[in-house]
C-alpha cells in the first residue's frame, strides 16, 4: 500500500510542476499571435484524441462495435444541429440498440 502511495505522491508532485511550468516560463509577458492559436487549439485536438481512443481501442487492437455506431449517431445529431441532450440520448440509444442486436 505504501507504494501506492508514493506513486500517488510523485504523480501529484509532477502534476503541479508540468501545470506551473507555463506560467514560470512566460512571466508577465504577452504570447505571440501564433502560439496563442495553437493553444487554443490543443484541448480540442486532445479530447478528440481521448473520444478516438476510448471509441476504437481495444487494448493492443481497434474494435469496431456498438460505441462506434453510438459516436456515429452523435456525429449525425451534431451535423443536424440538435441541442446537448438530444445528442447524447441519440448516441447512447443507438449503441444500446446496437449492443441488442449483438454488436458487443
Known amino acids: 500500500m505504501t507504494e501506492v ?39 480540442p485536438a486532445v479530447l478528440a484524441a481521448l473520444i478516438v481512443v476510448g471509441t476504437f481501442a481495444d487494448g493492443r487492437e481497434l474494435a469496431f462495435d456498438a460505441r462506434v ?15 446537448l441532450l438530444v445528442i447524447v440520448l441519440v448516441a447512447a440509444a443507438s449503441a444500446a440498440g446496437a449492443r441488442a442486436l449483438g454488436a458487443a
Open 69 to 83: 455506431v453510438g459516436l456515429a449517431a452523435g456525429a449525425c445529431a451534431i451535423a443536424l444541429r440538435a441541442p
Open 5 to 43: 502511495w508514493i506513486t500517488i505522491g510523485v504523480l501529484s508532485v509532477v502534476t503541479i510542476a508540468i501545470k506551473a511550468a507555463g506560467p514560470l516560463a512566460v512571466g508577465g509577458r504577452e504570447l505571440s499571435p501564433p502560439a496563442m492559436r495553437v493553444i487554443s487549439l490543443l484541448a
